[in-house]
């Protein structure tokens, strides 16, 4: 069985997951910001802390709600009745609140409360059922799940389910799937679960090797219709799924991935960079979608070609994301065709002849330094007119 929707929330995690990455602490006010800015763009849930973890969590979680406009907001839980009751209580104030808890169901994570596999199953019976006497909206997440054995993973879901969770989530906690995997998973899940037709599978990805993306979406593929995600992919070790890239991937690609999400991607830059900002995480240059050279090229060969047509070279435009432009910066690689369009964007207007004199001064000045800026060119084009 396969989920027949096409729509795809996002829950972003930015504020919780991405938040645990060491170092990435934000203030209060940072967190109220961001908050806004996710319920802007059309983020579906935002899962805006861990009430129980401190009294600074609790107070952003409750502010939050209180402002929230749109998404549901969404607080995490132990599995235990303390953490739930606390994050009952800063939800309440938001419109759609929701309460996602969680424990770990692999034989690893088992061992660290030491319980039986039927102590876990009362336990999961009990905690799901006292949110659910709390609130609506229960998400569910049976931690470490990609190394989960298949039987009692089904067994504890369908538990959940009866217990009254609107949401599993299936979270890759060390990242450590793959894509075929992923997707294998939430197959098995729909077609083995007794009411997994009647709620939501979501998919939680870590980028321990690189494919916390790609396992997001496999997964939709199989029927997950919820990613979890966060902004530039910030996350414990080495991150959450992108929410950039998931939403940018489905956008570009929904020829042969026909789901739709609603995050009007045209923010993404800008919360990009308040994130980027907020958190002490700078955003690595070569970053899909928001790096600071996702949209630029310097080689002589892609800027021609970008010149003539940008479709040569790019599969998205960056307008589409927030950004200006694209970026020819123009250094040691760069051909005449961008140099001569740059000194036309400065007002120069140059011959042949003019143009094959000063492309030899900028290749000399190109190789003496990394990027050739509009200072330098405006320097070669006046070079001794001062005295003249
Ligand atoms: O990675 C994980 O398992 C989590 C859970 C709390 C959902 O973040
Ligand atoms: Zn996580």
């Not at 129980?52 to 969590?57: H, L, M």
């Not at 530039?232 to 570009?252: F, H, S």
């Not at 090229?297 to 994301?321: A, T, V, W, Y």
């Not at 320097?379 to 001062?386: I, N, Q, R, V």
Request: some cysteine; hydrophobic content about 40%; charged content about 25%.
């Amino acid at each position: 069985m396969t989920n027949p929707s096409d729509h795809v929330l996002i829950f972003d995690t930015t504020l919780r997951d991405g938040e645990q990455s060491p170092g990435a602490t934000m203030t209060h006010d940072e967190k109220l910001e961001i908050a806004e800015m996710l319920d802007e763009m059309g983020v579906d849930i935002i899962e805006a802390g861990f009430p129980i973890a401190s009294e600074g969590d609790f107070a952003a979680v409750s502010e939050i709600s209180e402002n929230s406009k749109n998404s549901v907001i969404c607080g995490l839980s132990r599995a235990n009745f303390k953490d739930i009751d606390r994050c009952a209580e800063a939800v309440r104030k938001a419109a759609k609140p929701r309460i996602h808890t969680f424990i770990g169901t692999s034989p690893l994570h088992r061992a660290i409360p030491n319980l039986t596999q039927d102590e876990m199953a009362d336990l999961i019976h009990e905690t799901v059922s006292h949110a659910r006497n709390l609130v609506d909206d229960v998400q569910w997440s049976p931690m470490d799940a990609t190394r989960t054995e298949h039987d009692y993973l089904c067994r504890v879901i369908e538990i959940a389910i009866k217990a009254g969770a609107t949401t599993i989530n299936i979270p890759d906690t060390v990242g450590y799937t793959a894509p075929r995997e992923s997707a294998d998973l939430i197959r098995m899940l729909l077609e083995r679960v007794p009411g997994a037709d009647e709620i939501v599978f979501a998919t939680h990805c870590h980028n321990d090797l690189g494919m916390a993306t790609a396992n997001a979406l496999a997964a939709v593929e199989a029927g997950a219709r919820q990613i979890e995600c966060t902004i530039n992919g910030l996350g414990e070790r080495a991150g959450n799924t992108a929410l950039e890239e998931v939403v940018m991937a489905l956008k570009v690609r929904n020829d042969i991935m026909p789901f739709q999400t609603q995050i009007d991607t045209t923010k993404i830059m800008n919360i990009s960079r308040r994130v980027a900002q907020v958190s002490g995480f700078a955003v690595q240059y070569n970053k899909a979608i928001v790096g600071k050279n996702a949209f630029a090229h310097e080689s002589g060969i892609h800027q021609d070609g970008m010149l003539k047509n940008p479709e040569n070279f790019e599969i998205m435009r960056p307008e589409d994301i927030g950004l200006a432009g694209t970026s020819l910066p123009l250094g040691k690689h760069s051909g005449r065709a961008a140099l001569k369009a740059k000194l036309n964007d400065l007002g120069f207007e140059v011959g042949d002849n003019q143009l094959k004199d000063v492309f030899v001064r900028f290749k000399d000045l190109a190789d003496t330094k990394k990027e050739v800026f509009d200072d330098d060119l405006v320097a070669l084009m006046t070079d001794g007119t001062d005295d003249a």
